[in-house]
């Protein structure tokens, strides 16, 4: 058996990291830890992702604050003993910088700080690669001073940082997702990034699109799970209101605002819905109970992407949200990844990751910067996920 370079995975989640580089034949992922909070008031351990994360990776991750625990505690936890990883990947909650949520615009979340200490676990473990992964505020938002401080942090440490922001649909995600990569290596190694990745090469757009995606999976009511693979399966619609609505509701992205002026409109609109109309600005609300696009990226897959009246995700043609297969699909997980626990943890689950498509081009990223060797833009995609070598173009 050949040797592997190590990788720890903080903030593991439901393994949406750790499955490109446990996927890629040069690295070993040998730690992972993660608190398992869901919402703040849940408390540790309710949203179950170490379960998924074991379920599909074959570790079992450590369960720990990592806000509050000593570095070296939860790296004793994991048991490395004298291994030293190669790769430390960190993919903090990125709640309380995400734009969507309105406080964010007033406040700095306390977890935000938890980005800072990804630069602890740096110092105890020397990796020669620091990745983070987050929303794109934490490079461009009003509270970018977290970021700085863990430049500042791994420079004193001997790091280089590039941070950039990226619309991860140009790396082949059928979903419009921008998110924040930050590559910090050891000098003098290079410092290289997805964009350095993939010039020379593009996609085609057509691969990206929510057909291409799910197309082939077959129909399921909602509620019911498929019976060859258990999470085919959707939330039941238990509201009559929920049902007609769908039901009404135009093929191919259409959303509610296609429901106005319908003799049944005010038994269609939810009193919300209402009050907008009457105001008359829609604002982004005819996303909520939306469908999605044949023919376009997803929207962003959200944590709470397990209900219909928070987001467009919707499916295109059946009545019902996108199933849990699906959604995984939408956010770069190869088919035969594992999740587990309540139908709405797993939503949260997949809302929560860092896609595997683009974590293992990270990981092929990662292997460029220790070899110095530039992989080939085929050698980029997934297994088990949607794209083929044939997607890959020479840019013009």
Known sequence: MRETWPVVDLFSGAGGMSCGFQRHPDFTVVGAADAQIGK????????GCNASYAASIGLEPVCADLGASDPADVCQAMELGATR?????????????????????????????????VASFAALLRPDIVLVENARELVMGRFGGHLLGLDRELSRLGYHTVARTHFLDAFGLPQRRERAIVVAVRRPLPALDLSALWAGWRLDVKATHVRRAIWDLPPVA??????????????????????????????DGGSWADLIGRKDTSVLLTPAMARRVAIGDLGSHPDIYGRLHWDRPAVTVKRECGHIGNG????????????????????????????VGSVANMYRHIGDAVPPLVSYQLAWLCRWILTGERPAAEELILPGCHLGAADVHRSA
């Open 85 to 117: 990883p190669a790769v430390v990947t960190a993919c903090p909650p990125c709640t309380g910088f995400s734009r969507t949520t309105a406080s964010n615009h007033l406040r700095d979340d306390r977890r935000n700080g938890l980005v800072g200490r």
């Open 222 to 251: 909602a509620g019911q799970a498929h019976p060859s693979d258990p999470l085919h399966v959707s939330p039941a619609l238990r509201s009559p209101a929920n049902r007609r609505r769908l039901a009404a509701m135009p093929h």
């Open 312 to 339: 467009r995700y919707v499916h295109p043609e059946q009545d019902r949200l996108c199933t849990v297969r699906e959604m995984s699909i939408l956010q770069g997980f190869p088919r035969d990844y594992r999740l």
């Open 40 to 47: 703040p008031s849940a408390g540790p351990g309710a949203l």
